[in-house]
C-alpha cells in the first residue's frame, strides 16, 4: 500500500466510519460487506497474491496497509504473530464483538493471500494495553489452540 501519510488519513477515517456502524449489531451484514468490499478493493490496487508459508503470508498481509499500522512479531509453529498499531476509535469501548466484525477486512485480505486471522487481544478490551495481537496461519489449520478474543 502507498506509505504517503495520506493512506494512512485514508485508513484511519475509514476506520472512524466504520466503528460506530460495527458497534450497531442491527447494521452486522451492512458491516461484513463494507468489510468484504473495501478488503477486496485494497487486494486489487495492491495486487494482493497468493503466497505458501506462514511468513510470507503474513509479510502479504503487511503490504497491505499503511506502515504505521501492523507489525510483524514472531513465527513460531507455523503461526505469525502481529500487532495492530490502528488509532482504532474502538479503543477502550469493551466492544470485542465490534472489533470482530471490524476484523472481518483482516480475514477477507487473508483468505485470499492464504491465511487465517485470529485477534487473541483486542485494544476493544479495556484491560488490554499497548496493540492488538493477532496469529495468522495457513488456511485450513485445523488447530483450535488460540482463543478469538471475542469470547473471552
Known sequence: MNNHP???RRFENILKLTGPIAR????NLVTKYWMRA????TLLTNTGRQKNTVGDIADEWLRMFPKEINTLGEVRDNTAYAQVHANCPLVGSGDTHACFRMMEYDR???KK????????ASRANPRVSGPCQVAIRKQGDK??????AHLL
Not at 473495501?38 to 478493493?41: G, S, T
Not at 493471500?113 to 487473541?120: D, F, H, K, Q, S
Open 6 to 8: 495520506r493512506a494512512l
Open 24 to 27: 450497531n449489531t442491527r447494521l
Open 38 to 41: 473495501l478488503a477486496k478493493l
Open 108 to 110: 477477507a485480505l487473508l
Open 113 to 120: 493471500i492464504g491465511g487465517e486471522l485470529t485477534v487473541i
Open 143 to 148: 488447530r483450535a489452540d488460540l482463543i478469538p
